[in-house]
Nanobody, 125 residues
Framework: QVHLVESGGGLVQAGGSLRLSCSASGGIFNASVLGWFRQAPGKEREFVSAISRSGLSTRYGVSMRGRFTISRDNAKNTLWLQMNALRPEDTAVYYC??????????????????WGQGTQVTVSS
């Protein structure tokens, strides 16, 4: 059975940084586009970033560009999201997700079939 497990969330002051990690088991990591999404209370799930299987192609949500960096290490079955210059509006549960279909990184949650349990990120003002 395949699992995605996020870690690295926490409480940080505005302007600070956090690095989220997502580890995968079950042999699907290298074959998948991987993405990060987030969901704040009362809001819809929002695309954060995605990365191709090779790691050479990345996509970011508009408000994340220049502040967040997605990366992956296929040998370690690990995905990261480095988040800098955090803002209170970045507060949300962050989820990693895997898209096992052929094709480039997608920005819609419906493209991803496997999800982690989420990790809470709270940014105080």
């Amino acid at each position: 059975q395949v699992h995605l497990v996020e870690s690295g969330g926490g409480l940080v002051q505005a302007g600070g940084s956090l690095r989220l990690s997502c580890s995968a088991s079950g042999g699907i990591f290298n074959a998948s586009v991987l993405g990060w999404f987030r969901q704040a209370p009362g809001k819809e799930r929002e695309f954060v970033s995605a990365i191709s299987r090779s790691g050479l192609s990345t996509r970011y949500g508009v408000s994340m560009r220049g502040r967040f960096t997605i990366s992956r290490d296929n040998a370690k079955n690990t995905l990261w999201l480095q988040m800098n210059a955090l803002r209170p509006e970045d507060t949300a549960v962050y989820y990693c997700a895997a898209d096992m279909k052929p094709g480039p990184p997608q920005m819609t949650a419906e493209s991803y079939s496997l999800w982690g349990q989420g990790t809470q990120v709270t940014v105080s003002s």
